[in-house]
């Protein structure tokens, strides 16, 4: 079980790859897909890192403080999970799919856990963030647009490797699945970023914004994880035509990386 402990240097985006790494290796070794989000995650991280560092974002330093708070949304989410605790709601129906035993979709196990970390936690992180005027965070918390639209090709490219099949639909989709994504991705930092405004302009509301959201998004990955049993018959003959060892889709996530001097130059 992962226990994240309390370090005597403020926590960086060092602590946090090495607490995804052990939230990875524990889903790996039981060859659950509960490691599947976390290997996406673990990926975007290590690029954040590297952005936030190399000069990519207007304040790095900033963003890796926002990142971390981010991502400990998460590492503790999870923690509270294996221990026998209760997240939010929105974690825990990302985390009862991956561990029911049901077959699901990459892509839908990916998306429950991008709605509860992106659609509930990054809102109360960026508010919590701000210093001031909130604007002044907004260009950078935008700019890592670039770098997750990017990623999804590679993970794209990834999966592809992995799930031949699945390589099929994907190119019988063109580029309209990776489109859809990018949407949905956008939608989500948008409503994360409302959020944000939401918290630091009526802070006496906090804990109702918060509340509200929660059950917003559980509503949300709810329809993601079930929806009609046309919808469910269709993911599960999808999800045939994928690995089924979580393994495989966790071990091609963990690896993916971006070449970040390109990005900026685009």
């Known amino acids: 079980m992962l226990v994240v402990g309390q370090t ?21 070794a039981s060859s659950s897909p509960i ?5 996406m995650y673990r990926s975007v991280t290590a690029d ?39 997240p939010t709601r929105s974690w825990d129906i990302a985390f009862r799919a991956a561990t029911d035993g049901q077959r699901r979709m990459i892509v839908q196990h990916l998306l429950a856990g991008m709605n509860a ?8 992180v960026a508010a919590d963030s701000v210093d001031g005027d909130p604007m002044d965070l907004y260009d950078d918390f935008m700019r890592v647009n670039d770098i997750l639209f990017t990623k999804l090709d590679h993970l794209q490219e990834a999966l592809n490797e992995v799930a031949p099949r699945f390589a099929v639909v ?21 409503d994360a970023w409302t959020l944000a405004i ?11 914004h918060i509340r509200r959201r929660d059950e917003h998004t559980a509503d949300i990955g709810s329809k993601l994880l079930g929806g009609t049993r046309y919808h469910r018959a269709m993911t599960r003959l999808l999800a045939s035509s994928e690995p089924k060892d979580p393994c495989v889709v966790i071990d091609a996530f963990r690896s993916t990386s971006l070449d970040l001097d390109r990005l900026a130059e685009a």
């Open 170 to 190: 994907d190119k019988l989709a063109w580029r309209l699945d990776e489109g859809v994504m990018s949407r949905l991705i956008a939608d989500a930092r948008d």
């Open 35 to 39: 490691g599947i989000f976390p290997s």
């Open 8 to 28: 005597e240097h403020q926590r960086d985006l060092d602590d946090v790859l090495g607490d995804l790494d052990a939230i990875i290796d524990d889903a790996s």
């Open 48 to 86: 954040i890192r590297r952005a936030s560092r190399g000069g990519f974002f207007a304040d790095g330093e900033r963003l890796e403080v926002l990142a971390v708070a981010f991502a400990d949304r998460y590492i503790d989410a999870y923690g509270s999970w294996t221990s026998g605790g209760t």
């Open 198 to 208: 939401e918290i630091t302009e009526d802070p006496t509301g906090r804990e109702t």
């Open 117 to 124: 970390h992106i659609n509930l936690d990054l809102g109360i």
